[in-house]
């Protein structure tokens, strides 16, 4: 009965057209010029992570395959644009076109947190506030709390998984065995297409701003190796018969390279990216089983696609291991580092506050009327926003 | 029963053999030292276009994806043996392996319109004629019309999809809701990925020839951008209650790629790529109902994956923009730039006129009862060209 | 029954971290420094070849995608692991990254041989030893027999299908018409995809030893183009009606890649790289149905996914190509290429021999109790080892 199903003729288009509009008045006021600085390889490795990577990483859901690709795609374009635009009216000025993408990693991974549960009306919403936020958050990061350029962009899967957790936390919880809220072989299967894409290419991420480039490509395919590894030791110890499972394998998989993200090109012994990306692995899964069990129910949060563990929990370890970097280098390097870790710690927890509450905010904004939230049974469900031509036909 | 299927086996294998034989003797012949002065990158990004991109794109067709791939990857391949071949015979001379590669675009998109109604034995002919018949346009083009090598090169949609639609036009239509000229959820995602290849890879189809490789970049990317977005607007506009259509976000997201492609370097101002993005993507839209319910059905076309809406209006559009930008440039620029819009003009128009002219001629000598046109029923359908070994056991 | 398959909860999951612990503690001793000599785009390409390619190359069986897919990545990371620790321990010490994963080549293919039929312990152990004696082959190959260290490397296909094929002898066939050992089209597509990206990054594995890089990619594409285009047609003419077969074309299509693996930068002639992919398809396909129909009934071999025709048969091709090269080279330079041919022919002899020597012993080592053989009814398997979500709500 497509009849129930709120229409969003009315409002998504035109919401759609009216940013656009707006990005190209702003890009017609602010760029005289070609904006053109930047390393193409770069860009590339990094939007064939956002737009076919993630794209694909988000496509679990069942009946959800058409909105997690499309939508991924419609959010990350539009952020983009937003993000360049941010970029170059803060004060940054170094604004460049990979680095605006880069950003656009937090929204996407906010959006996996709430995948399914909101409609493209909300997204587009929160992909505007994220960007604008995040974007401020770094500029804070860098001339307030003189955080470097590099790692204040290295919170942004900080700030996606906790802001997109707050975001969550104001949406109804799905009933623990939804039949829509399931994946399929085949649809794990397309997931892990994302998941080994983006596997090949996190260290492309991780690199593109340091500029001992070789040493970050280094250390962040030790990390992702050693993750990926241990993902399947402790998938297996975690269940009761030794089995495998794959969502453990996406999200632990990944852990590394997300870990090993603050302090990819500081790391000199291949060892240390290696013991990261083991404690990465194993704090992703056991991470997964304890918040799931105990955590989420409490705060009634629903975690879509465990971003919680599979960025959040990694980056904290990443920023911790960053503290600990520095504090080990004290020794050798003159005095003033004591007053580096107090500055890195300062801007790791005005991070995750920044993203917690803004996050909260954004998802009661999210919740207005206006907005038409949808409805707990229409979550998880492709047919409320595509048009399918085989149904016609009786599929 | 398999037994009414005609079979090929006494003339496909031996005309690929056929011409395999020509290729080695002519290179024998053609090239006494290795050809190999080009860029890799762009090579491998061209190739990952044509073969993953293209192949997976076109593998929408729930009964025909075997054949999607599989003739794609056989007919890219043919076809750039033939297009160096020709490019070496020509007196470009210039003639270097990634542009040999460009100019089978247009032959892929022109299979595109012909999807699923020839054989393959039809396919290779129809491969090699339009190769030879592009190459000789771009030579006329560039030697009589004066036009520049960069912009005979872009002209390879638009002869594509004219070529490909007069071809198209000599064959029968199918019933309008002929039961195999669907596609699947399952197979509209696999199109997605192919699509999703292509858009991350074009801004480097588009900066392959340019001197000012970032600047056509970053236009490109932009136009892209905007387009994919307005696709999404667009597309909830043109349904009654506001849902998107796959099939437009396919076609309109790369409508930005193909608008932009002859003036990617020439545009100094972000915005006004935004701006094609925009026409582009609307156009390609909008293009697809009128010529879906009005043009196709008066002139007796049918276009399979869209190509006239897809690759042909857009690049339309791109020449247009290009004349009236290169008008905007006289009052800066010297008085000859008067004559550089009448050249693009000229070129614009032979080339449309000799695609149309040559593809109907094509499109009769692929009705020659030699070839075996395949009949009405059996379109769109794997098994004439597959065998498959889980038929046997009874899938 | 999930009651009887075996548990190997308290084996994998402690083998996996026992060796990476070993793998941690070895570097800590062995990398004083950060061990990054490499190039990005051919580590990129090669890694994206390993996981990306092989994986889903392996996926064409209809309940072993997961394991297909997991393991692989499971495998190379580990083995690549173990690779760089082999070519730092060895007297190599040019031992870089890229040339580490290059080596894993030799284990995925190996697995291909025993796909479906071995379980993740057997493949540790099977992917630590054949690294270590890889690279001690490798060791002779440069140190003994004085053949170049690019040379030696090529051995991987080699090396890689009869190490494979030796340790697939000594597991039991499964019955001629298994249905579980089966395809079906979607997992072949799935293959396909893998096919393709290995197809399209094949000319950066041939390149990244040779100084004369873009010879060897060229000569690579014009041999891989040729080798493609007559597996459609070979496959035509084997079956009765002309129809082609899938797995020919996966097979084939990387025929032409592999036997110019050897001599790719010093073929001079486009023809000549031409012919030798043409030779190397019709080897392929003629070669399966040999092997299929002859050699391995009598021989008593179970070779799942055709490494023999696919990677073996064309090695041998290119190995045989190589010693025309040379010998022809004979007139035009000095006669010390008398010897060089006794050597490259030494070096081929003893590749294949210790192949198959330690292939046959490590096939018998796999079949300890230990290690828990699983049973021919389990073989082609999904569920042995991975836990479905999906089957608690009644899949």
Not at 24 to 50: C, E, K, R, T
Not at 135 to 157: A, D, G, T
Not at 331 to 352: D, H, M, N, R, W
Request: hydrophobic share 50%; net charge positive; aromatic share 14%.
């Amino acid at each position: 009965m497509p009849s129930t199903y709120p229409s969003f003729r009315c409002s998504v288009p035109w919401l759609i057209l009216f940013l656009e509009a707006v990005f190209i008045v702003l890009f017609y006021f602010l760029f005289s010029d070609v904006y053109a600085f930047f390393s193409y390889p770069d860009l590339q490795d990094v939007s064939h992570m956002l737009i076919f990577g993630f794209g694909f990483f988000l496509t679990f859901l069942k009946r959800y395959s058409f909105s997690s690709i499309g939508f991924n795609l419609l959010i990350v374009i539009l952020g983009v644009q937003c993000s360049i635009l941010m970029d170059n009216a803060s004060v940054f000025l170094t604004g460049r076109t990979v680095e605006a993408a880069m950003s656009m990693v937090a929204v996407v991974i906010s959006i996996g947190a709430v995948l399914g549960k909101i409609n493209p009306m909300q997204l587009i919403v929160m992909t505007v506030v994220e960007i604008i936020v995040f974007c401020m958050s770094r500029w804070i990061n860098v001339h307030i709390l003189e955080v470097s350029y590099r790692v204040s962009m290295m919170h942004v899967h900080l700030f996606g998984a906790y802001f997109g957790l707050a975001v969550s936390s104001r949406f109804s919880e799905p009933p623990p065995r939804a039949e829509k809220n399931a994946s399929t072989p085949k649809s794990d299967l397309l997931s892990m297409l994302g998941t080994l894409s983006l596997w090949v290419f996190w260290p492309s991420f991780n690199s593109v701003l340091p500029p001992q480039k070789n040493e970050a490509i280094f250390n962040t395919c030790l990390a992702l190796a050693v993750s990926a590894v241990t993902a399947f030791a402790v998938s297996g110890l975690t269940t009761k018969d030794g089995k495998f499972r794959m969502t453990h394998i996406h999200s632990a998989a990944l852990a590394g390279g997300v870990a090993i993200g603050y302090a990819a090109d500081r790391i000199k012994y291949p060892w240390i990216a290696m013991i990261l990306g083991l404690l990465a692995s194993t704090i992703s899964i056991l991470g997964s089983f304890c918040l799931q069990s105990c955590l989420n129910p409490r705060l009634k949060i629903h975690d879509a696609s465990g971003v919680h563990f599979t960025f959040g929990l990694p980056s904290v370890l990443g920023a911790l291991a960053q503290v600990v970097l520095s504090v080990m280098e004290i020794q050798t390097k003159s005095p003033s580092i004591g007053y580096e870790v107090v500055l890195i710690i300062g801007a790791f927890c005005f991070t995750i506050s920044a993203a917690l509450v803004t996050g909260l905010i954004t998802g009661l904004i999210l919740n207005f009327k206006l907005l038409k939230p949808i409805p707990l049974s229409k979550y998880f469900e492709d047919q409320m926003y595509w048009k399918f031509p085989h149904l016609a036909a009786g599929f």
